[in-house]
């Protein structure tokens, strides 16, 4: 199994606050995403990166912004959830494009009232 | 705007049978290919991809199907256990892009 892993793997929170959401790799992998799932939707991208501090945002960006400072963290964060943003969300990574696959992490359930 | 779409929410097939799941796509540029397997509560997992310089693709019991004129995919699981009972997403990758496209899933329940 890739060794990635996904910070807190479940939050409750109020309309409002501000939350992060943390992917952390131990697979040295250039290319980070962040999707969330949705009853309807599928996987739909946020955000995602392909080095140290480059980013490029997904079709659901909107409300979401990212950071990476270092190859092994890519963090989400909501700056004022809305109910609208509850979901589970997956972080995913690979080194290679058109030969590699993504390996997700396990996800985060956010909830957000 | 759905590039990749799934238009069958679920399927229900008897164990032992063929299970097939499709998937279509309107980007041309989109030149590989993926099969996602999700159970509850875990995050999806890889299960078999094709390029699309093949039109078919096999790995045991799992085998991908590639039409590019029709811009369709399929995934034919035989014969289908039991065990096989999950999601299933399918994804695209354009060749000059980073980003993965997901279907919206379909809900596959082999009925032992």
């Known amino acids: 199994d890739a060794g990635i892993t996904q910070s807190p793997r479940h939050k409750v929170t109020e309309t409002g606050t501000p939350v992060t959401l943390r992917c952390h790799q131990t697979?040295?992998?250039?290319?980070m995403y962040w999707y969330r799932q949705d009853p309807g939707h599928g996987l739909r991208l946020i955000h995602y990166s392909y080095g140290v501090k480059d980013t490029d945002k997904g079709e659901v960006s909107d409300g979401y912004s990212v950071s990476r400072s270092k190859t092994e963290d890519f963090l989400l964060t909501l700056e004022s959830a809305t109910s609208s943003q509850t979901s589970v969300y997956f972080c995913?990574?690979?080194?290679?494009?058109?030969?590699?696959?993504?390996?997700f992490g396990e996800g985060s359930r956010l909830t957000v009232l | 705007d759905q590039q990749v779409k799934q238009n069958s929410p679920s399927l229900s097939v008897q164990e032992g049978r063929i299970s097939i799941l499709n998937c279509d796509y309107t980007n041309s540029m989109f030149d590989y290919f993926l099969w996602y397997k999700k159970y509850p509560a875990e995050g999806p997992t890889f299960l078999i991809s094709i390029s699309s310089i093949k039109d078919k693709n096999e790995d045991g019991r799992f085998t991908v199907f590639l039409n590019k004129s029709a811009k369709h995919l399929s995934l034919h699981i035989v014969p289908s256990q039991p065990g096989d009972s999950a999601v299933y997403f399918c994804a695209a990758l354009q060749n000059t892009g980073n980003q993965f496209y997901f279907g919206t899933g379909t809900s596959l329940t082999v009925i032992p």
């Open positions: 995913a990574i690979t080194d290679r494009l058109n030969t590699g696959e993504l390996f």
């Open positions: 697979e040295n992998h250039r290319y």
